[in-house]
């Protein structure tokens, strides 16, 4: 390969063909990006920002770098596998939560996190203790495909009711999937997600999620991967010789393929599909995900022992992020506030931040006093689309290869049958990659990143 460089305008800078084209330079995309080059590949990415990452960038304000909002990785899940298998360091830790808190009717509990501490709680009644203990013991074994196109509220309620472990287990869920549309979100899409995070726990990882886009953009170039940022694609077409990829002020790219790392909206544009394709259909009934975000930075704890909070009846959520993971110079605290929102209420930013300020009241009271910096996001786009159970969930999300366009495919957090969130996008980069190097079907590329 000869030299590759990262250029912040494209212009003039394309090759006019190259064996696959990746648009898009978020998570999936660069995944993408490195599996096929690591295959040998000819690959050029164009991605439509100044710089890489997308919603996994992390902002530096002074010393402390903030996520863009709380973020995960899932131990058990295909964004760790794939990010293993392509040989991308990084560290981190599972979460510190020392005393977590959960908060239900006006009061704040310790929650359970063991059988001591269920049989102990002051949360639940007896019964309900008996039935959590229940389903931590079925939880592995339930048949999920069938709950696919049931509500997760739905499943809760039929069988726990609407007390204190309903309220316990709708926390639970929104902290799992980052969802508050709860009546509308696949109960079999929610269980197998906290599944994942129960078998194998999640890290914080250290200096954010860009630590790993920087690692994969430089493995990228390394493999001679061209990335070219500031690149506005306006088309993307099927021919007969393969895929035109076409860019403002740029010559036309001709692939043998192309993967579309975008939105469902911003992919139905590029490839102006009709109104009767199945993409634009199920796109126009998505439900993009937003949180509204209180991100801080704080000289000293004020509760030490207090470091992870989860509303049990209102879609609320705070931790200490820094308490595991290195985000800022010791001694600083770096802590995300979080509300989940729903798609369909009217939402008052300000009224938003100020009940995260509360929520920090309680979990670090005084804590005003200590602000170093802090950031607020209040509709921070989270996800694409939620897997709806009207949609039939995980298994009703568009497929990776694209109907009636050959050579072009999707990745990203809204396709495939497989995860949620980082996973979805990883399992969904890994199977489009297989598929065009013709090494695996989409069902047999996703097994390889699958924990038995």
């Known amino acids: 390969m000869g030299a590759t460089t990262i250029t912040e305008n494209a212009v003039n800078q394309a090759r006019q063909r190259t064996e696959i084209a990746v648009v898009g330079g978020g998570l999936a995309g660069l995944l993408a990006a490195v599996k096929l080059a690591r295959a040998g590949k000819q690959v050029v990415l164009l991605e439509q920002a100044k710089g890489l990452g997308g919603r996994a960038a992390t902002t530096v304000k002074g010393d402390v770098r903030f996520n863009l909002g709380p973020r995960a990785l899932y131990l058990h899940g295909a964004a760790h596998r794939l990010l293993t298998e392509l040989e991308i360091p990084f560290t981190g830790a599972v979460p510190n939560t020392g005393k977590g808190m959960g908060y239900y009717g006006g009061r704040e509990y310790l929650l359970p996190r063991n059988m001591s501490q269920i049989l102990s709680t002051s949360l639940l009644s007896w019964r309900e203790k008996w039935q959590l203990f229940r389903f931590f013991q079925q939880i592995h074994s339930f048949d999920l495909e069938p709950l696919q196109r049931t509500s997760i509220h739905e499943w809760v309620t039929t069988r726990y009711g609407t007390g204190a472990l309903a309220n316990l287990f709708f926390g639970l869920f929104r902290l799992s999937t980052y969802a508050a549309d709860l009546e509308l979100i696949s109960a079999g899409a929610t269980l197998a997600q906290f599944r994942i995070g129960l078998t194998g726990n999640v890290w914080y990882i250290d200096g954010g999620w860009q630590s790993i886009v920087d690692r994969l953009r430089d493995r990228a170039v390394g493999l001679g991967v061209q990335i070219h940022t500031g690149a506005h694609v306006h088309a993307v077409r099927s021919t007969a010789a393969g895929v035109l990829v076409q860019a403002t002020h740029q010559p036309d790219l001709h692939a043998a393929a192309a993967i579309l790392a975008v939105s469902p909206q911003v992919a139905s544009l590029l490839l102006a599909l009709p109104e009767p394709h199945e993409l634009v259909r199920w796109s126009v009934d998505s439900r993009p995900v937003h949180a509204a975000c209180l991100d801080i930075a704080l000289s000293r704890l004020t509760r030490p022992e207090h470091r992870f909070g989860l509303g049990l009846d209102e879609p609320t959520y705070a931790s200490v992020h820094s308490a595991a993971a290195k985000f800022a110079p010791p001694g600083v605290a770096v802590i995300h506030v979080m509300k989940y929102l729903q798609s369909n209420q009217e939402q008052s930013a300000r009224d938003n931040e100020q009940q995260l300020e509360g929520v ?93």
């Open 360 to 452: 920090l009241d309680r979990l670090q009271p005084g804590w005003r006093t200590h602000v170093l910096t802090r950031r607020y996001l209040p509709s921070m786009a989270v996800t694409h689309a939620l897997p709806l159970a009207a949609q039939g969930g995980l298994t009703g999300r568009p497929n990776v290869a694209v109907a009636n366009r050959p050579g072009v495919f999707l990745a990203g957090d809204w396709v495939g049958q497989h995860g949620q969130l980082a996973d979805a996008a990883a399992a969904s980069a890994a199977t489009a990659a297989a598929l065009i190097l013709g090494s695996a079907t989409a069902t047999s590329a996703m097994r390889e990143l699958e924990y038995a």
